[in-house]
């Protein structure tokens, strides 16, 4: 199990520049809305089952350390410059939570049509709030 060489170079240029672009285009007004659609339970309970399955599944098969090492500077280094320039830790924390749960997915090899939807928003220059549209197919040929 592993992550492709340029799903993590494409990852690591969105978080650093694509993901602070959509950041530098909301308005401070407009994180608590997206703060409270992304805790309705229509996104909250489905983020939170796909995140126990990939976690599951990460508990019990290993995971090279070298991804796991990788997944997290990303997921720390996106934090801290979605705080840099929101000064929102929870938004930060959503967003970086996402960065990780989608690329432990990828190392896992775990597929689901609601992360690929989750991806497809922010590949689109939005985050992902309220309902996810399902999109079919591998989730590292998306990004």
């Known amino acids: 199990m592993g992550i492709n060489e340029k799903v993590i170079e494409n990852m690591d240029y ?3 520049v694509k993901l602070i672009e959509i950041i530098n ?6 994180y608590d809305d997206i703060l409270d659609n992304r805790d309705h339970d229509e996104f909250s309970n489905k983020w939170m089952e ?3 399955q990939v976690s599951s599944i990460v508990k019990n098969n290993s995971i090279n350390p070298e991804y796991v090492q990788i997944i997290k500077r990303l997921r720390e280094r996106t934090f801290k410059a979605i705080f840099e320039h929101t000064q929102s830790s929870d938004l930060a924390a959503y967003l970086s ?3 990780s749960l989608l690329l432990e ?3 896992c090899n775990y597929n689901h049509s609601w992360l690929n939807g989750l991806w497809k928003k922010y590949s689109e220059g939005e985050i992902p709030q309220g ?5 079919e197919g591998r989730l590292d040929e998306f990004i």
């Not at 309902?131 to 999109?135: A, R, T």
């Open 50 to 52: 796909v995140y126990d």
């Open 105 to 107: 997915a990828i190392a």
């Open 131 to 135: 309902n996810i549209l399902l999109v």
């Open 97 to 99: 939570d996402d960065i």
């Open 14 to 16: 969105f978080c650093r």
């Open 25 to 30: 285009n909301i308005s401070q007004e407009d």
